[in-house]
């Protein structure tokens, strides 16, 4: 069992303002006394025993830590340090200042399509280096992919919440159909196997969002949602998608594909002519 700090964070970190909430529990701003430089604490409620349905289960936290301390890069979240008191775990993080990045475009008129090939290549590499350490994050929405800052006129692209997150070990079979409906794969839906290959299908979904602002499977209900994932029920609307390039539709539609086996991974996704364009003429789109 893994053991985190048993100090009390108040006496390292001072407790500041409410960040956000979710699932995970609550992001709070906090300043570690010693040096004045401010963090994300991630407040995490702990099931004191198998019977209470209150918290999370101590081991999906413990994955959760693993995971984060063994993806150290550029384009995701790093965790400092972990503190556990009574029945909490407070995850210290570095503390990401930019917002969400679909709040980012929603701010702007338009977003360019070179623009999105950069922010789609930054999320590619974080994820292409999870993949590489069988990490799967499950979880690929807007709301996870964050910006460094919002002053920069190049921000840095942080993937966050790695609660869904899978460490897959050797030969082992993993089920779950935990996830958002609009981004998860059909295998997800069909509680089949899964592999890393679920994230791309999610980055195929965010890649429409990115391009187009619209959320190719949404249906009126979470049980619409789901039967257009199954059916493969989505288009690129003229009314959106026409000054789209045709190798931006390409590269979705070498990701929306059923059989896992048969999408691209990350690491072909960064070779694909849409994010590592093949003549000069390319890159003026
Ligand atoms: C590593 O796991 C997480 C990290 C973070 C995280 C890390 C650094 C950081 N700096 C600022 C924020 C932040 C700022 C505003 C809102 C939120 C969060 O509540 N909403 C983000 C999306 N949500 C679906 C996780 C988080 N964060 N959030 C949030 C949830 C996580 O499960």
């Avoid at 980012?104 to 590489?132: P, R, V």
């Avoid at 390409?250 to 896992?260: G, R, S, T």
């Amino acid at each position: 069992m893994a053991v985190f700090k048993p100090e009390n964070v108040e006496d390292l970190y001072e407790i500041g303002e409410v960040l956000g909430s979710g699932h995970f529990g609550q992001v709070r701003q906090v300043r570690e006394r010693a040096s004045g430089k401010c963090w994300a604490g991630k407040f995490l409620k702990i099931r004191k025993n198998s019977c209470s349905r209150l918290g999370l289960d101590r081991s999906s936290v413990e994955q959760e830590v693993e995971i984060l301390q063994a993806v150290q890069h550029p384009n995701i979240v790093i965790l400092k340090d972990v503190f556990e008191s009574r029945a909490e775990v407070v995850l210290i993080l570095e503390l990401v200042s930019g917002g969400e990045l679909f709040d980012f475009i929603a701010q702007k008129d338009n977003l360019l399509e070179s623009e999105a090939i950069e922010f789609m290549k930054q999320i590619l590499q974080g994820l292409s280096f999870m993949h590489s350490k069988n990490i799967a994050h499950f979880d690929l929405k807007p709301e996870n992919v964050m910006l460094s800052d919002n002053v920069s006129p190049h921000p840095n692209i942080k993937l966050i919440d790695f609660g869904l997150a899978h460490l897959f070990h050797q030969g082992e079979e993993y089920r779950s159909t935990s996830g958002t409906p609009q981004y998860i794969a059909p295998e997800v839906i069909n509680n089949e196997p899964l592999s890393t290959a679920a994230d791309m299908w999610s980055i195929g979904v965010n890649t429409y969002i990115l391009l187009s602002g619209l959320s190719p499977f949404q249906g009126d209900t979470n049980e619409d949602t789901l039967k257009n994932v199954i059916a493969m029920n989505y288009e690129f609307h003229a009314q959106y998608f026409s000054t789209t390039s045709s190798m931006a539709k390409d590269f979705i539609q070498k990701l929306l594909v059923k059989n896992p086996n048969e999408r691209m991974t990350a690491e072909e996704c960064l070779l694909h002519p849409w994010i590592k364009p093949i003549t000069r003429k390319q890159v003026a789109n």
